[in-house]
C-alpha cells in the first residue's frame, strides 16, 4: 500500500511543481523582499487550494506567464478584492455555497458580517471539515452554543462520508474502477458542504435526510464490490492451501522415492 502512495506522490508532485515554476505572480511576491507580498505565497503554498494546482491567476485573474500582463485587465486581473466583495470572489468556484451562505446568519450581515475569509482564511484554506466549527474561532463573533448545535447535527454525517471515502480507497487499492463512487461521494459531499453554510439546525436536520438515502445508495454500490473482494481473497486463500497442502505431499512423496531408491 506504502508503495501504490509513494509512486503516486512522485508523478503528481512534478506536475504541481511545474506549474508553480511557470507563474510568474508567485516569482515576483516572492522576489519582491517585500513580506506583505511574501506572506501570502507562504500560507498559500500549504492550503487546499495549491494541493490541488489552484494558483493566484485562478482566483485573481491576470496572465500567469508573462510579467508584462501578469496584473492586466486584458487578462481578467482583478487583483485583492474589497471585504463586501469577497463572498462574489469565492463565489465563482464555490457557487452552491455561496447561494446558502447569503441566505444564512452570516450573509444576512454583510457587507459588515463574517464572509469566507473570517472562517476559511484568505490564503491558507484547508480541507473543509467539521474542525472549522470550533468554539476559538466561532467565539470571536458570538456565543459557541448554536455552533455547537450545528456541529452536532452534522457530525453523523460527516462521519459517514469519512467512514465511505476510506471504503472507496480500499477498493481503489485492491484494484476495482472507483470512478462511478468517486464522483457520486463527490457529489453528495458537496451538497453536504453547502449546507453547513445555512448556519441553521432545523433546515439542516430536515435537509440531512435526502443527504443519508444518497450516502446509502452510495454505500449498497460498495458493499457489492466487497463481496466481490472478500470471494477473491477467499479463493486466493483456498488457492494458497491447497498450494502448500500439495508442496507438502509432493514432498514427502519425494523423500519416500529417495529412500526407495538408495534401498
Known amino acids: ?42 500560507e498559500w503554498e500549504k492550503s487546499i487550494h495549491a494541493e ?3 494558483s493566484c491567476h485562478n482566483c485573481h485573474g491576470g496572465n500567469p506567464k508573462d510579467e508584462e500582463t501578469a496584473m492586466s485587465e ?21 457557487a452552491g455555497v455561496k447561494e446558502n451562505y447569503l441566505k444564512s446568519a452570516h450573509g ?36 459557541y452554543e448554536r455552533a455547537e448545535k450545528i456541529k452536532f447535527a452534522l457530525m453523523n454525517t460527516e462521519n459517514t462520508i469519512l467512514k465511505l471515502s476510506k471504503k472507496i480507497e480500499e477498493l481503489w487499492i485492491n484494484g476495482f474502477n472507483v470512478d462511478e463512487l468517486n464522483k ?25 435526510g435526502g443527504i443519508y438515502s444518497d450516502l446509502g445508495k452510495i454505500e449498497e454500490e460498495i458493499k457489492k464490490k466487497e463481496d466481490i473482494l472478500n470471494k477473491r481473497k477467499l479463493l486466493g486463500a483456498i488457492v494458497i492451501i491447497f498450494l502448500l497442502i500439495s508442496a507438502y505431499v ?9 529412500k526407495e531408491i538408495k534401498s
Open 52 to 54: 490541488n494546482a489552484i
Open 250 to 258: 509432493f514432498g514427502k512423496i519425494y523423500e519416500e522415492l529417495k
Open 1 to 42: 500500500m506504502k508503495n501504490k502512495f509513494i509512486i503516486l506522490f512522485f508523478l503528481i508532485y512534478p506536475l504541481k511543481l511545474l506549474s508553480y515554476e511557470k507563474t510568474v505572480c508567485i516569482k515576483c511576491h516572492l522576489e519582491s523582499g517585500d513580506e506583505y507580498l511574501i506572506k501570502p505565497v507562504h
Open 184 to 208: 457520486n461521494l463527490f457529489a453528495t459531499r458537496n451538497s453536504f458542504r453547502r449546507l453547513t453554510h445555512i448556519v441553521e439546525v432545523d433546515y439542516i436536520l430536515e435537509q440531512t
Open 74 to 94: 486584458e487578462f481578467g486581473f482583478i487583483g485583492k478584492p474589497k471585504y463586501e466583495e469577497v463572498p462574489e470572489f469565492c463565489g465563482k468556484c464555490h
Open 108 to 143: 444576512q450581515t454583510l457587507p459588515d458580517g463574517p464572509n469566507c475569509v473570517t472562517c476559511h482564511t484568505a490564503h491558507s484554506q484547508q480541507k473543509a471539515g467539521l474542525f472549522l466549527i470550533n468554539p476559538e474561532l466561532c467565539s470571536t463573533c458570538h456565543d
